[in-house]
């Protein structure tokens, strides 16, 4: 028993050429800080979603060039058939269910 009965803490090698910081010393403490934007669950989280970002990022550029070529291809359908129109001397009245 040690005198006074006080609990007497194990001691560690200390080299006392190198400098250490406590928490270097301390056995109970983990030597690498905790970064929450470390974890791997994270990463693998923000991987994934980066992944279905530019996934989603290419299908709006996909979804937005077949808008522009039916735009274009529907002002040349117009632009025919207004010279159908002038050539025929007849206004276009859209279809509204009768012949």
Avoid: C, K
Avoid at 6 to 22: I, K, L
């Amino acid at each position: 028993m040690n005198p006074y009965g006080y609990y007497q803490f194990p001691h560690f090698p200390y080299d006392y050429s190198s400098y250490a910081t406590p928490e270097q010393m301390n056995p109970y403490v983990p030597t690498e800080s905790y970064d929450p934007d470390r974890q791997p669950q994270l990463e693998r989280r923000v991987s994934q979603l980066e992944r279905e970002n530019n996934r989603q990022q290419r299908e709006i550029e996909q979804l937005e060039r077949r808008v522009t070529r039916l735009e274009r291809r529907l002002q040349r359908v117009n632009q025919r058939l207004r010279a159908v129109e002038r050539r025929f001397n007849f206004p276009f009245t859209p279809f509204d269910g009768e012949y």
